[in-house]
């Protein structure tokens, strides 16, 4: 072919007032009396959409986007299309055979560029200054830094590895940490209406939680940086509403308690969805917090925010709650809560699991950080009603969504004690965690159900990961798409979640305590991973040989953000155990046979070799 026509299209949506324009050599022009030329030169089309023209909106942004062009290509005149459904600038361009063009793109809106009413023109001096190599270069040494952070192969199970990159790459799409992006919603920023599901807002009930599932464990915590200020931004909201649902519930709350509606916008306002629903959603909302002091044991930041988050929630639980003898129940008659959207019932395990989970960690925190908590805190966390459960038809316990539920009305919501309210652990008896597995087991339709809720709980309850591995196979085959993202229902970009039950397959730390190595990984079955970050801060990177059946020696582990003690659950049957940290033996210390530790120096390399 000795030539090819293309068109490029710079558009916006016309249900708004939008303008358009194009700048041939920087000076305004009128879009169809640019005239194509043999000389060098570019011409820039742009459209806008003025905030202006939404009225009542509580944050007006006024956007533009600007495209550049090489002149010498263009077919003119340039064409313009201005209805009810779209504004568009399009050009018709002319490249021959073998050629390349480079298509130069910015956007500038009233948000990013402080100060400026109309950001045309930072949109078109953006654009046209736009340096290719650099932009490239600059490019890959992002993604050269970030894809160092952590890696996996899994060679025996070649799609979850792709999923587990593809996740990660999305994910490094989605989170950026910048003071002027508010943290994306349900579809990222890959949004292509007006009126997306849900308004693309902030889920409460698990979807946008659920799109960070994994960063800490993929050892990209940098990731979780945009989460945070849209439900901290929400506090003064969340302390006029439990007033509200206070005086519904007939009772009285102290004026720091909090209570979050579902759905949520940016700085601080509320979803056009305003449904309330569960009293749970702000408590849900905290489990990354409290993650961040899992994996960082950052100090500062668990004083600073997720502290006084743990402590709103919890005063809130403490007033709503009804005390009976000394049992405390999530039963208020006047103002029920919810186990899931519009189901009011009383004691939902749902809302049971994160009265439980926020009440062991404001503990926690309290104790690191030396803080006096209430002496209600314990107090309910040790007499809270017990989570519901019921027996199968083959006499096996399993956990209930309600108190009259039973097995027959209950699904795998009712497992939100593992997972992914993570108050059960793989600390805690044998027969909560039987509890767990059966659950898995009888609610659990891996091909077809909701993966970043039931993988994490069959790996957490320690299910036979041959069992695993086929659901997740099931699964990818019916809903992996080429965009790297499976598809189910639920919506957007939460499955990228399910990261954390691949992570956890290879490396678990209950409650921070331990390092477990490959706990819920195939026999048979050869791995390995490179940095993944275990909680309590460690990044460990190990192999596991199927043929040998045998963790490989050595293995690494680095304390990321403090010198530590680090245990580790023996990988090994029999010999000995040593350990170097910038090639200096370190002193070991054994705990029986099982349990070894030493002391990892902060950004100290420790290789740990079994003779």
Not at 451 to 472: N, Q, S, T, Y
């Amino acid at each position: 072919m000795d030539k090819q026509m293309i068109e490029v299209s710079s558009w916006v949506l016309a249900k708004r007032p939008s303008t358009y324009g194009c700048y041939s050599d920087n000076k305004a022009t009128k879009c169809d009396n640019i005239k194509p030329s043999s000389q060098h030169g570019e011409f820039t089309q742009f459209v806008t959409r003025k905030a202006t023209a939404v009225p009542n909106s509580p944050k007006q942004i006024w956007t533009a986007i600007a495209t550049t062009l090489p002149l010498q290509n263009l077919n003119a005149p340039t064409q313009i299309n201005n209805n009810s459904v779209a504004t568009s600038v399009v050009s018709s361009l002319t490249l021959q055979h073998a050629q390349t063009i480079v298509i130069k793109i910015a956007l500038a809106d009233t948000q990013f560029t402080a100060g400026t009413k109309d950001p045309t023109p930072a949109a078109v001096q953006s654009s046209t200054a736009i340096n290719p190599p650099q932009l490239v270069a600059d490019s890959l040494a992002h993604w050269r830094k970030f894809w160092a952070k952590s890696a996996i192969s899994l060679p025996t199970t070649p799609e979850i590895q792709r999923y587990w990159f593809g996740a990660q790459y999305i994910m490094g799409c989605i989170f950026r940490d910048d003071a002027l992006a508010p943290s994306s919603g349900l579809y990222g920023p890959w949004v292509t209406t007006d009126i997306p599901g849900w308004y693309g807002d902030y889920t409460l009930d698990y979807n946008q939680e659920a799109q960070y599932y994994g960063v800490y464990g993929s050892n990209h915590p940098e990731l979780a940086a945009p989460y945070f200020p849209p439900i901290e931004q929400w506090i003064p909201s969340a302390k006029l509403q439990a007033q509200q649902q206070a005086k519904y519930a007939k009772v009285v709350c102290p004026s720091k308690a909090l209570h979050y509606a579902c759905h949520l916008a940016p700085w601080g306002f509320q979803s056009r969805d305003d449904s309330i629903y569960m009293h749970w959603n702000g408590p849900f909302a905290s489990m990354l917090f409290i993650n961040d002091w899992e994996y960082t044991r950052n100090a500062t930041f668990a004083r600073d925010h997720t502290y006084p988050l743990l402590d709103g929630f919890n005063a809130w639980w403490n007033c709503f709650l009804n005390k009976t003898g000394n049992v405390y129940q999530d039963n208020n008659k006047y103002n029920p809560d919810e186990n899931r959207e519009g189901q009011r019932v009383p004691n939902p395990n749902m809302g049971l699991s994160f009265i439980k989970r926020t009440m062991a960690m404001q503990l926690e925190i309290a104790k690191a950080l030396n803080i006096t908590p209430p002496a209600y805190v314990s107090d309910i966390l040790n007499n809270l009603v017990p989570f519901n459960v019921g027996k199968t038809t083959t006499n096996k316990t399993v956990w209930t969504d309600y108190p009259s539920a039973g097995v027959k009305h209950s699904d795998f919501w009712s497992m939100y004690p593992i997972w992914p309210s993570e108050y059960v652990t793989q600390n805690s008896s044998q027969s909560v965690l039987q509890t767990a597995k059966d659950s898995s087991i009888l609610y659990s339709k891996f091909a077809t159900g909701r993966p970043v809720e039931l993988f994490p709980v069959a790996v957490r309850a320690g299910r036979d990961p041959e069992e695993i591995i086929a659901g997740f196979r099931a699964y990818l085959k019916n809903y992996q798409r080429t965009n790297m993202l499976p598809f189910t229902e639920g919506g957007g970009v939460e499955n990228v979640g399910i990261t954390r039950a691949v992570n956890e397959m290879l490396l678990q730390a209950p409650n921070g305590k331990y390092i477990d190595l490959f706990p819920v990984w195939p026999r048979n079955a050869s791995a390995s991973f490179t940095t993944l970050l275990a909680k309590g801060g460690f990044a460990v990177s190990a192999t596991y040989s199927g043929s040998s059946q045998q963790v490989g020696s050595p293995f690494e582990v680095t304390a990321v953000y403090h010198t530590s003690r680090c245990v580790v659950k023996n990988p090994w049957q029999g010999g000995d155990v040593s350990v170097q940290c910038n090639h200096k033996d370190t002193p070991v210390r054994w705990s029986g046979r099982g349990w070894f530790s030493f002391v990892a120096p902060k950004g100290a390399l420790c290789s740990v070799s079994h003779h």
